[in-house]
C-alpha cells in the first residue's frame, strides 16, 4: 500500500483520463475521479472539488492526505494516500493542481461490494443495518468508524463509502480499511471569511449509512467501553498531521484543521471515559 506522503514535483499526468461524479451529500460542485496501471497494480486518482470555470477550488485532497495522517497515529487500518503536484488535462485544458493517489485495496480474486448492497441481500426480515453489521463481526470496525467520522465531522459515511470484500473462491470476506474522507473537516470553507466563521464543535447533519445524521449521537452507538483506539492523539501530534503542507493550503486553514481535530478528539475521549 502507499505510505502517506507528498510529491511536490510537479508530474505530468496529463494522459489520465477524468470522470464525473457528483458528490453523494448533495454539495454543490464536481468531483473528478481517473485510474490507471503502474508495474502492474490499479491506481485510483481523485481531484477535489472541481469548478469548468475557475479550475480546482476545493481542498478535499488535502484532507484525504491528513486524515490518512491522523488514522495512523490512532493505529486505525485505512487506505492511505498520497499527495501529487501534477498538470492534467481536463477536456482540452490543461491545469496546475493537488490530486490524491491510492492504491487498489482488494487482494488478488477479490470483488467489492458496497455495504448498502450487501446488507439488502444479506440482511434478516427487520435488521437493522448496525445489527446486521455486529452480526456479521464488524462491531469493532463500526466502533472506530464512528469515532473517526465524530472526530473529522465526515459528512458522507453513505451506503457505498463502506465496502465488503469478497473472494468467491476462497468463500472469504472482509470488510475494507476506511477510506473516502475528503468531505470532512472544513471541506465546505474556499475563503479565509467561512474558515474564520466555521464553528469547528457544530453537529452538523451528515450522510451516515450506519447511525442517524448526527455524528455526536452516534458516539452513543459504540459498544466497546473506554477508547476504541489502539494509541492516543497527543498535541505535539500537530507537527505530524500539518507537516510539509505550506504553499498548498493557507496557514489559516491548516491551523483551523487542527484545531478541530484536537478539540473534537478531546470531546470524543471525554464522552468515551466518563
Known amino acids: 500500500m502507499f505510505e ?11 494522459y489520465l483520463k477524468w470522470s464525473h461524479v457528483r458528490s453523494s451529500s448533495g454539495t454543490a460542485g464536481t468531483f473528478l475521479k481517473s485510474e490507471s496501471i503502474i508495474d502492474g497494480k490499479k491506481i485510483y486518482y481523485k481531484l477535489s472539488n472541481f469548478d469548468p470555470v475557475n479550475g480546482v477550488i476545493g481542498h478535499e485532497c488535502v484532507n484525504e492526505l ?9 493505529g486505525v487500518e485505512h487506505l492511505s494516500y498520497e499527495l501529487i503536484h501534477a498538470d492534467i488535462d481536463i477536456e482540452g485544458r490543461i491545469y496546475n493542481t493537488w490530486l490524491c493517489a491510492s492504491e487498489d485495496f482488494k487482494k488478488p480474486g477479490e470483488s467489492k461490494t458496497a455495504l448498502d448492497n450487501y446488507y439488502r441481500t444479506n440482511a434478516l426480515k427487520g435488521e437493522s443495518r448496525l445489527d446486521f453489521c455486529r ?3 464488524w462491531t469493532d470496525y463500526v466502533d472506530t ?16 463509502n463502506i465496502e465488503v470484500l469478497r473472494n468467491t473462491r476462497a468463500h472469504t470476506f472482509r470488510i475494507a480499511p476506511l477510506f473516502d474522507h475528503g468531505l470532512s473537516l472544513l471541506y465546505s470553507c474556499l475563503n479565509e471569511k467561512d474558515i474564520k466563521a466555521f464553528d469547528v464543535m457544530a453537529d452538523r ?37 500539518l507537516n510539509d503542507l505550506d504553499g498548498i493550503i493557507p496557514s489559516i486553514l491548516a491551523e483551523k484543521i487542527w484545531e478541530m481535530i ?9 464522552i468515551r471515559n466518563s
Open 205 to 241: 447533519p451528515c450522510q451516515n449509512f450506519l447511525g442517524s445524521h448526527s455524528c455526536l449521537d452516534n458516539l452513543d452507538l459504540i459498544s466497546r467501553k473506554g477508547d476504541v483506539f489502539p494509541t492516543r492523539l497527543k498535541e505535539s501530534d500537530k507537527s505530524i498531521l
Open 145 to 160: 468508524m464512528l469515532a473517526v467520522d465524530y472526530i473529522i465531522l465526515n459528512r458522507d459515511r453513505h451506503g457505498a
Open 66 to 74: 491528513i486524515v490518512d495522517r491522523l488514522l495512523t497515529l490512532l
Open 135 to 137: 452480526r456479521m463481526g
Open 262 to 270: 484536537y478539540r473534537r478528539y478531546l470531546t470524543y475521549e471525554s
Open 4 to 14: 502517506s506522503r507528498i510529491i511536490k514535483e510537479k508530474r505530468d499526468l496529463t
